[in-house]
């Protein structure tokens, strides 16, 4: 394995890590499951801190679930960068130039 593999599943398994992580420390945004039975709970929102921290915990969501796609996807297309870079192959792209 190449380090440039190593590393990119590295990062692919911190980035899905914290993602789920993230994804767990947010708040519920319904009642739950009580609700489908008929209990009446009602939450007051509080603004301030937690809404603030509410929304920080939503964009990091955002931002991790992309960094795990592009990671992702990156990992997908590893096997066609290692073929068009390897030595051979540029040398053959460069006779093609010349």
Known sequence: ???????????????AVLLVIVVLAQ????SGLG???GSETTAISSRGKKASREKQL???TVIL????A???VLMLLMPAFTKWFTPKAAAGVI????
């Open 65 to 68: 679930a992309i960094v795990v």
């Open 95 to 98: 006779r093609n130039i010349f």
């Open 58 to 60: 939503q964009k990091l």
């Open 1 to 15: 394995m190449d380090i440039f593999e190593i590393v990119v599943n590295f990062l692919l398994l911190i980035a």
């Open 27 to 30: 708040d519920s945004k319904n």
């Open 35 to 37: 609700s489908a039975f």
């Open 70 to 72: 592009v990671l992702a």
